[in-house]
């Protein structure tokens, strides 16, 4: 339940998105006229307004052209979460000719950092006392009880492969599995199912075979092998195992003609009956469950595959939640729909707690989008309107939020289509998204071409992204900025129109 409570709020005011340059002390005699109009400059720079773009983690190559606004969530988040302790040493002042790069830049494979400078740090054989000494913080940041208790307390809901992490406990009133004996014999593990398969036969057996060689001792057949002038009941029963042997043979239809049951007496022939209906039941049921445990498309699920992240950013200049799909199969699913969960903890204002509390997401139920032709990789798109319940979310509120998004696909799989024994049998496939997974201010590259007279896909390009300039600020904070400007312009305009009306 602890694991989609809100996080608490965070000073984030002095973590802006590109760095600024530190304080740096003034040697004596080195300021001069030029020392106090570079001063002044900075003062001026620092003054000057920067953009608050969102940040997110970079998965994919840059795109010529756009504008590279959006710096490294990774490198921020860890500035945000982490800080620098009391015991820490504050961060050694940059050199006054030192380059200043944004923070997205530290990515970029040719500027040294402390992730793509392994090779020198190896190269090195005696460590500095500074290296040492921040190693020991970084030590002692993750070894603190706040940190490890955030591990413990994040908890999936459901996961990346569509399992659901819910174990169900203390159920009190077990014959109702024994109610829907079908249903629970085909959802078993293979292992205890063909167990169970096993022992219906050889229970059925042993049984009606102890009763057979009871038969016969009790009317004496046992006791009278090889006497021509005994009448048997059941024939050439010496024990046990040829009881056995009789029963396998009856039940199996086998009938090797040396052992039988004769019209001598008429309980022989009432068990005979008796054994053959229980035969015909165990069959049908068995091999029943046998069939649709080895037809259930749920194996046709691990064909179906998402992207790894979510994206934000602008569609027809509505904030939208994007994701996508594909099917890696060339039979396709036959009306495939699919639908998207939130899964939010939250108060009530009555005070009550809900720890999971499930809600909509509009992927167009209302409008016939949720209903795919999903024969090419194709991106769902949710619009963040004031139905959504990322209304009220930016960037910055999606860093601190906890939250999971579950997605739920599902079609009927075309081969079961015009099956003889299904009419179709559904497939479902199912993932989930936590705020750690969506990147605001990405789009998905396309991943179709047209080759030889046919569209070609690239599976390589499903999972790639690139960054676009988007807002920061929430869907309901640009909708109020925008009609905002629209009541500006109207006012300006009956305002201009008025003094251009004659006196």
């Not at 040492?132 to 706040?146: A, H, I, N, T, V």
């Not at 009871?214 to 006791?223: L, T």
Request: net charge neutral.
């Amino acid at each position: 339940m602890l694991a989609y409570l809100p996080r608490p709020p965070t000073d984030t005011s002095r973590y802006g998105t590109f760095p600024q340059k530190p304080n740096l002390p003034a040697a004596p005699g080195a300021l001069g006229e030029d020392g106090g109009q570079q001063a002044a400059a900075t003062t001026a720079k620092r003054s000057t307004p920067m953009p608050n773009y969102p940040s997110a983690p970079r998965h994919s190559g840059f795109v010529p052209g756009e504008p590279s606004l959006l710096p490294s969530r990774g490198s921020l988040t860890t500035q945000h979460n982490r800080g620098h302790p009391s015991w820490c040493p504050p961060p050694a002042p940059q050199e006054a000719g030192a380059r200043l790069y944004p923070l997205h830049a530290l990515s970029v494979a040719n500027i040294p950092n402390s992730s793509h400078g392994k090779t020198s740090a190896r190269s090195s054989t005696v460590p500095t006392s500074e290296g040492l000494q921040s190693r020991r913080c970084k030590l002692l940041e993750e070894d603190s009880p706040m940190v490890q208790a955030s591990k413990r307390q994040r908890q999936r809901y459901v996961t990346k492969v569509g399992k659901c992490q819910v174990n169900l406990g203390n159920i009190q009133d077990k014959k109702r599995f024994l109610s829907d004996i079908f249903t629970t014999i085909v959802d078993l593990k293979y292992r205890w199912f063909l167990f169970v398969f096993m022992m219906c036969y050889v229970i059925t057996w042993v049984v009606f075979g102890f009763i057979y060689f009871f038969d016969a001792w009790v009317r004496g057949d046992v006791g009278h092998q090889g006497d021509p002038e005994w009448r048997a009941c059941i024939e050439n029963v010496d024990g046990f195992v040829s009881a056995l042997l009789l029963s396998v043979e009856s039940q199996r239809t086998i009938g090797y003609g040396t052992r039988m049951v004769t019209a001598n007496c008429a309980e022989g022939v009432i068990l005979l009956i008796a054994q053959s209906i229980v035969g015909s039941m165990i069959d049908a049921m068995m091999v029943g469950c046998m069939f649709v445990k080895i037809s259930r498309p749920k194996k046709r699920a691990q064909t179906l595959i998402f992207s790894k992240n979510c994206v934000i950013s602008r569609r027809d200049e509505k904030l939208c939640l994007m994701f996508r799909v594909g099917d890696l199969r060339e039979s396709h699913m036959v009306d495939a729909k699919i639908r998207a969960k939130l899964i939010k903890s939250r108060h009530t204002a009555e005070g009550e707690f809900i720890p999971l509390e499930q809600s909509e997401l509009n992927l167009g139920y209302d409008t016939g989008e949720d209903r795919l032709f999903l024969v090419e990789p194709q991106i769902i798109c949710h619009v963040i309107n004031c139905h959504s319940p990322f209304w009220d979310m930016s960037a910055e509120s999606l860093r601190r939020d906890q939250f999971e998004i579950i997605i739920i696909l599902e079609g009927i799989v075309e081969a079961t289509g015009n099956c003889c024994f299904a009419a179709g049998m559904t497939c479902q496939a199912r993932t989930s998204y936590t705020e750690d997974e969506i990147l605001w201010g990405y789009r998905f590259e396309p991943c179709m071409s047209l080759e030889k007279g046919a569209f070609q896909v690239d599976y390589s390009r499903f999972e790639m992204t690139f960054e676009v300039q988007t807002p920061a600020a929430s869907a309901k904070e640009l909708h109020e900025l925008k009609e905002l400007e629209q009541q500006e312009h109207s006012t300006l305009s009956l305002y201009w129109d008025h003094l251009l009306q004659p006196c």
